[in-house]
């Protein structure tokens, strides 16, 4: 069976990216293929970049504040490429209140810090469609 493809990507301006850069890790650990963007990339990059890598899952890492915006127009412009069927996901400090509006803009599970990397694994491997 192949290997689950995962791109992790940091949208907009924030500039920490050590969180991001321990779930790639974790996630590469866990067997699954990772690509890792870098910092500061806009949605229109990063769905482009799920198009060209074909991944199955995208996970978004976001610390400063902008998540409603962002993770949003994310998952509207892999829609628009047909990429409907990539797994979503968001992590980073996202304020409880916000996860709802986050689910239902199209992002499957929002993970905060201290998350274990099992459970992270966990979910995309329950919901990656293959």
Not at 30 to 59: M, N
């Amino acid at each position: 069976m192949a290997k689950i493809r995962v791109l992790i990507a940091k949208p907009g301006l924030d500039g920490h990216d050590r969180g991001a850069k321990v779930i790639a890790r974790g996630l590469r650990d866990a067997g699954f293929e990772v690509i890792y963007t870098g910092l500061r990339h806009t949605p229109e990059e990063i769905a482009e970049t799920a198009l060209q890598e074909d991944v199955q899952v995208v996970g978004l890492s976001l610390l400063s504040g902008a998540h409603n915006t962002l993770f949003p127009k994310v998952v509207n412009l892999l829609r628009e490429k047909g990429l409907s069927d990539v797994l979503v996901i968001g992590g980073g400090v996202i304020p409880d209140d916000d996860i709802p509006g986050l689910k239902a803009a199209g992002v499957a599970a929002v993970f905060t810090p201290g998350t274990p990397i099992s459970e992270i694994v966990g979910f995309i491997s329950s919901n990656v469609k293959c």
